[in-house]
């Protein structure tokens, strides 16, 4: 029995071999970025880093909440907290905590930092326990907890050299009448600062402020077009503790911090300063009102925001990474819309409009050249669709680009890509630690150990030789992150092997002509979740297509045209991916209210319209549901049949005010009784003319085409046949006088002249028929 362990030693032993196998097993993983993937989950439901699961043969969960001392040197002392819970079926019995004596040397290497995250169960790879200090602690009960505190002198923990050692706290017992012995480990790393010291890393930080898009297309009525958002919980992130907030607070206290900054959001919390609405539940597609919005609660959290973001800008050494306006999701984009109408003009309307936006609303001087996709996982049509845009500089999750595993250090962040953009991309060790919502004490310490010693251990891979590093987190980073990242970079300046740097100093140092450039043709099949679809980005495109239409009619344009130009990229935003079914009813609520706008101009529906006659007028009408005049327009009305119903001037001018309806007249001529199909429809006027809206079909029966034409037909052909009779008498009585009919054609009582009925009478209208009756249009059936 190994008194140490309180084991067999051959049992230990076997222990010690598959524990060993396991962790070369997930060296390996590591070394093709697998174990990064594994550790990437989605921050929900991602596990502290080195809290290992209760299993049957290890009942306690240990957890580690704090340490005294993030870096120890020789006569440190740290005291280590946590919290002990039995997750077995039995009770512990005499449980004591004990601390392990790791081994002698500190840890060279990533992949050692590595083998001891494997590692889930006890192993004497995490050296002996100690008998001092040891803490005593009562039984636990199925389900119990119980807290520790144990003060390590560091001098027993045998460190020496400057470097990295593991600190592990066990507890021992047992669960029947056996020896004690180990029933569960909780790991962490412990930094130790000796006399060797290495030239500072320098580290470039982003720090993200971004949002999913709230600001929507629709905006009052009134002259100041009061804006309108889709909820009202932006409000309660830029205050106290919410995540906004908290961001803008931790950023103004470090050094050297590189800002990437959502543009859209600026202009949000810039629109939430003044008076702002906000749209109830399930009007998303309606046109603003005072019956389908509230008043918004968020200005004065709005205006103080946006006071200490500016205030924090202006701390010397701060770079503004200006993303594109609404931070378009560049992966979506490659992938299902690279070859859409419109898309590469939008996106570099997008930058343009995201640099103009930040440089107004912050006064401060910012980059646009910047292109982060979705967690910064690259492919090479991803590159292409930044490159497009101009995205010169691309933050890369070193999990798209992994080096060899020949290289033996880790290389500067900056790579010359074949394409002539550089890549600055966060190593493969350190992008998954802040990746997670780091949501408690016990997160926050297992991460900035583990960062700590990422960063002391790639600083003494080369001394002489500092690196470039970059940490790229979530966009979405929480206050808790953010906290622990700033606690983390602090400590380990303080510890002189890291110096804070922005983007710029780390992307302009040498490239390592050994680190990969090859961007992978391949997209991970994982990152794809959440991407927009084909059809999505398709129909997000079309919409200014209806802009324009509706822009072409419009008397100031200007009311809707910007709104809708934002509204049409924030549908593409990168923020959907947490939020997919937000960003869908996003996408319909615009899409819905566009096609509303558009339809308040149209041609009123009928189905019948009664002709009673040969020549009548027919009467169409138009509506302008909009809060602004329009014209530009023309109504065109169609027959179906134009040899029995002919109309005259089929194309009419249409220029309406605000909410109003007009008339339009269309003379019309019938040959036949019965039904005629019609068709009227709105034109846009122009050398770009195109049909605007639905085309409106109707019928118009003609009802009395006999009382009018027929008889005047019929009477015509009676007067033909006497006047022949009249005209072959006169003949016959010539030749029997035996005169010469010079003219026969000439009437048989002389030349024309007065008092003959040739000529109307003088005091008659010329214009007079025998039948001048006024025809106009029957009663409309339908709609008038």
């Known amino acids: 029995m190994d008194e140490r362990t309180g084991r067999n030693a051959a049992a230990a032993a076997r222990r010690g071999r598959w524990t060993g196998r396991l962790a070369r097993g997930s060296a390996a993983l590591l070394a093709s970025g697998l174990v990064g993937v594994l550790c990437t989950a989605p921050a929900a439901e991602a596990a502290p880093a080195l809290l290992p699961a209760a299993t049957a043969d290890y009942p306690a969960v ?252 202006t701390r010397p050494g701060n770079e503004v990474v200006s993303l594109p306006y609404a931070d378009p999701d560049l992966a979506s984009i490659a992938h299902n819309g690279a070859g859409l109408n419109g898309m590469e003009a939008a996106l570099r309307k997008a930058v343009a409009a995201g640099q103009i936006t930040t440089e107004a609303r912050l006064a401060v001087d910012a980059r646009s050249d910047v292109a982060w996709p979705h967690q910064g996982v690259l492919d090479q049509r991803t590159a292409a669709v930044a490159g497009t845009a101009g995205g010169h500089l691309l933050l890369v999750d070193g999990r798209s680009l992994p080096e060899s595993d020949k290289l033996s250090y880790t290389p500067n962040a900056a790579r010359q890509l074949g394409s002539g953009q550089i890549a600055v991309v966060s190593d493969t060790t350190i992008a998954p630690i802040f990746q997670p919502d780091l949501d408690s004490e016990s997160r926050r310490t297992l991460a ?112 809707v045209r910007e709104s809708f130009s934002a509204t049409m990229v924030r549908s593409m935003s990168t923020e959907w991916r947490d939020q997919p079914k937000a960003g869908t009813e996003y996408r319909v609520g615009a899409r819905t209210y566009l096609d509303n706008l558009k339809s308040a101009v149209r041609v009123v529906p009928k189905s019948v319209v009664t002709v009673p006659g040969d020549n009548a007028t027919m009467l169409v009408s138009v509506k302008n549901g909009l809060t602004q005049s329009v014209g530009n327009l023309e109504l065109r009305v169609i027959s179906a049949q134009s040899n029995r119903l002919r109309i005259n001037y089929p194309i009419q001018s249409v220029v309406l005010d605000a909410t109003t309806n007009s008339t339009l007249r269309f003379p019309v001529e019938a040959q036949v009784n019965g039904p005629v199909r019609v068709t009227a429809q709105l034109w846009t006027t122009g050398p770009d003319a195109r049909p605007y809206g639905e085309a409106m079909e109707f019928t118009v029966d003609v009802t009395s085409v006999a009382s009018g034409v027929t008889y005047v037909i019929a009477g015509g052909t009676v007067l033909m046949v006497l006047a022949g009779v009249r005209f072959y008498l006169q003949r016959k009585k010539r030749r029997a006088a035996g005169e010469v009919d010079e003219d026969p054609d000439r009437p048989v009582d002389g030349p024309a002249g007065p008092g003959t009925g040739a000529e109307p009478p003088s005091d008659a209208d010329p214009s007079s028929t025998a039948d001048d009756t006024d025809r106009v249009a029957g009663d409309e059936k339908v709609d008038h």
């Open 62 to 313: 240990v957890r580690i909440d704090t340490l005294s001392q993030q870096v120890v040197s020789e006569n440190s002392t740290v005291t280590v907290t946590g919290t002990v819970t039995n997750s077995g079926g039995s009770k512990l019995k005499s449980p004591s905590m004990k601390v392990r004596q790791p081994q002698i040397r500190p840890m060279t290497a990533p992949s050692e930092l590595a083998l001891v995250m494997s590692r889930t169960t006890p192993s004497t790879l995490d050296g002996i326990s100690l008998d001092s200090p040891a803490q005593k602690l009562q039984d636990l009960e199925p389900g119990q907890s119980e807290p520790f505190s144990l003060a390590v002198p560091v001098s027993a923990l045998k460190a020496r050299e400057t470097g990295t050692y593991e600190l592990a706290v066990d507890l021992w017992g047992s669960t029947g009448d056996e020896q004690a012995h180990p029933l569960g480990i909780a790991r962490t790393f412990l930094p130790f600062q000796g006399n060797k010291t290495a030239q500072p890393s320098q580290l470039a930080v982003v720090w993200p402020l971004t949002h999913a898009p709230v600001l929507v297309a629709q905006t009052m009525a009134d002259s100041n077009q009061t804006p309108v958002l889709r909820d009202d919980d932006l409000a309660a992130e830029l205050t106290g503790d919410g995540r906004l907030n908290q961001l803008v607070r931790i950023g103004s206290t470090m050094q050297g911090l590189t800002w990437a900054i959502d543009p859209n959001l600026l202009d949000t919390v810039f629109a939430m300063t003044k008076s702002y609405r906000v749209q109830k539940p399930g009007t998303a597609g309606e046109s603003a009102s005072e019956e389908n919005t509230v008043p918004g609660t968020g200005r004065d959290a709005a205006t103080a925001w946006l006071s200490k973001l500016r205030e924090a800008l």
């Open 448 to 559: 900035e150990q583990q960062f700590l010693a990422e960063t002391l251990t790639i600083a003494h891979q080369e001394p002489e030789h500092p690196r470039g590093l970059l940490v790229l987190p979530s966009r979405s980073m929480t206050a808790g992150t953010a906290q622990a990242l700033h606690d983390s970079v602090q400590k380990a300046a303080e510890g002189g092997w890291l110096a804070p740097a922005t983007l710029q100093k780390v992307s302009g140092m040498a490239t390592d002509p050994a680190a990969n450039t090859s961007v992978p043709e391949a997209y991970p099949a994982e990152a794809t979740a959440g991407e927009l679809s084909t059809a999505e980005l398709s129909a997000t495109m079309q919409l200014q297509d209806g802009v324009d239409q509706l822009m072409m009619i419009l008397t100031r344009p200007e009311r």
